[in-house]
Each structure stands twice: as structure tokens, then as C-alpha cells.
């Protein structure tokens, strides 16, 4: 999907990795370069210089790169895990992917074996996490358990965490360029809060309802 049509975006899309391609896509003028923005479920990874974009609540967006061979990606979660067995998961297809990568284990796996598989080393791996602010109004802290979630796991796994900014009320704006590794993170104010809480609450609604009603079949 494109923002707008900038020859260095055209070029940029035609050496895109095709499970990307749909992404939104646009020319960012101040940054001087291709910004792929993410929505809750997805994630992205690269091997160009790219930034990746995305706005988090509750959800928990981790930023994994090789800090030698600056391949790496940002993933966009709600649920930090399920039980079902992510080998049996059918990665080929766009939508049975988002569907699973909605939930951390997958999200935080899926990106992972991508930037191995294009070139990264585990030992060389590194990571930013962003989000789990408590900006819906449950019994449950969803956004404490995405936190806790993706710190035990990165933990498990041996990548060290640089920096974080995690936790509190506020939503934010995330820039994640991981061919340098640098990140950049804007809280939002009270005037934004209501478009991304209804955006969260409306997909965690539509996760429960998926779970419950069995239409869409994972595995």
C-alpha cells in the first residue's frame, strides 16, 4: 500500500521481500527515506535501510536487530502468548501469519527466525522494547502482561535489551531504523488516547470473538 509515489518508495517496493509488500509504505521527507508503518498482528524486517513505524497502547512492540549486520525488524503485539504450537502455523499465507502473530510467542519467534534467516547472528542480536502502557479500562492489566511477557522472553532467549520505555498510561508514536539501531519514541497526549483505544479495544474484541466462534482456523 502506498502513501504516496516516490521513485526512491517505487524502487524500494520492487526489492521488498513479497510477505511485506502489503505493508502501508511511504517516502518520509524529513528522514530522507522509506518508513514502513505496522498495525497490531503484523511485523516487518529488512535489510535496507528502512524505518519502521507504529502507534502502541497496551500492545507491546519489541525492535530486534544484528547490531553487526544491521538486518532487523519490529513486531506489533495485543496478547503476549498462546499454547498452539507455532511449527504447525501455515507462515505462507498473509492472513493465517497475522493471525498468529497477534500473539507475542509468535510475534517475537517469527521475527527472530526472519533476521536469522537473512543474515543475523543470535549472539549478535539486540532489542528495544516499547508499549504496554494501561490505556483500556479492563479488570486485567493486558499491557502489564505484554511487559512481563516480552521480558521473560528475551530474557530465555539471550538478547539484550539496549533501552525500553514501557509501562505508564500514555500511548506512543515508535520510529524504529534498524540499520543503526536508533529508535525514537513520542508519547502521545490525552487528545489521541481516543482513536487508539478504540482501535485497540475494537481488534482485541474482534481476537476474543475469533477465539470463540473458531471462524478463522489457525492451524
Same mark, same amino acid.
Given at each position: 500500500?502506498?502513501?504516496?509515489?516516490?521513485?526512491?518508495?517505487?524502487?524500494?517496493?520492487?526489492?521488498?521481500?513479497?510477505?511485506?509488500?502489503?505493508?502501508?509504505?511511504?517516502?518520509?521527507?524529513?528522514?530522507?527515506? =522509506?518508513?514502513?508503518?505496522?498495525?497490531?498482528?503484523?511485523?516487518?524486517?529488512?535489510?535496507? !535501510?528502512?524505518?519502521?513505524?507504529?502507534?502502541? /497502547?497496551?500492545?507491546?512492540?519489541?525492535?530486534?536487530?544484528?547490531?553487526?549486520?544491521? =538486518?532487523?525488524?519490529?513486531?506489533?503485539?495485543?496478547?503476549?502468548?498462546?499454547?498452539?504450537?507455532?511449527?504447525?502455523?501455515?507462515?505462507?499465507?498473509?492472513?493465517?501469519?497475522?493471525?498468529?502473530?497477534?500473539?507475542?510467542?509468535?510475534?517475537?519467534?517469527?521475527?527472530?527466525?526472519?533476521?536469522?534467516?537473512?543474515?543475523?547472528?543470535?549472539? !549478535?542480536?539486540?532489542?528495544?522494547?516499547? /508499549?504496554?502502557?494501561?490505556?483500556?479500562?479492563?479488570?486485567?492489566?493486558?499491557?502489564?502482561?505484554?511487559?512481563?511477557?516480552?521480558?521473560?522472553?528475551?530474557?530465555?532467549?539471550?538478547?539484550?535489551?539496549?533501552?525500553?520505555?514501557? /509501562?505508564?498510561?500514555?500511548?506512543?508514536?515508535?520510529?524504529?531504523?534498524?540499520?543503526? /539501531?536508533?529508535?525514537?519514541?513520542?508519547?502521545?497526549?490525552?487528545?489521541? !488516547?481516543?482513536?487508539?483505544?478504540?482501535?485497540?479495544?475494537?481488534?482485541?474484541?474482534?481476537?476474543?470473538?475469533?477465539?470463540?466462534?473458531?471462524?478463522?482456523?489457525?492451524?
Amino acid at each position: 500500500m502506498l502513501r504516496n509515489n516516490h521513485p526512491e518508495l517505487s524502487k524500494y517496493l520492487t526489492q521488498c521481500q513479497p510477505e511485506f509488500v502489503q505493508v502501508n509504505h511511504y517516502w518520509d521527507k524529513q528522514r530522507d527515506m =522509506v518508513v514502513a508503518k505496522i498495525l497490531p498482528g503484523e511485523f516487518y524486517m529488512t535489510t535496507q !535501510n528502512v524505518a519502521i513505524a507504529t502507534t502502541l /497502547g497496551s500492545c507491546i512492540s519489541a525492535c530486534i536487530w544484528d547490531e553487526r549486520s544491521n =538486518v532487523g525488524g519490529m513486531n506489533h503485539f495485543m496478547l503476549p502468548i498462546t499454547n498452539k504450537d507455532a511449527h504447525e502455523v501455515n507462515w505462507g499465507s498473509r492472513e493465517k501469519t497475522a493471525d498468529a502473530t497477534r500473539y507475542g510467542n509468535f510475534a517475537m519467534e517469527h521475527l527472530i527466525n526472519c533476521i536469522l534467516r537473512c543474515g543475523g547472528r543470535k549472539v !549478535n542480536l539486540r532489542a528495544k522494547l516499547f /508499549g504496554g502502557a494501561k490505556v483500556l479500562n479492563q479488570m486485567s492489566d493486558v499491557g502489564q502482561k505484554n511487559i512481563d511477557f516480552a521480558l521473560a522472553y528475551l530474557e530465555q532467549e539471550e538478547i539484550i535489551i539496549e533501552s525500553s520505555d514501557i /509501562g505508564d498510561i500514555y500511548p506512543r508514536k515508535v520510529i524504529f531504523e534498524p540499520g543503526s /539501531g536508533r529508535a525514537f519514541i513520542k508519547r502521545l497526549d490525552n487528545l489521541h !488516547n481516543d482513536t487508539i483505544i478504540k482501535r485497540e479495544s475494537d481488534y482485541s474484541n474482534k481476537i476474543y470473538k475469533k477465539e470463540v466462534s473458531g471462524d478463522v482456523e489457525l492451524f
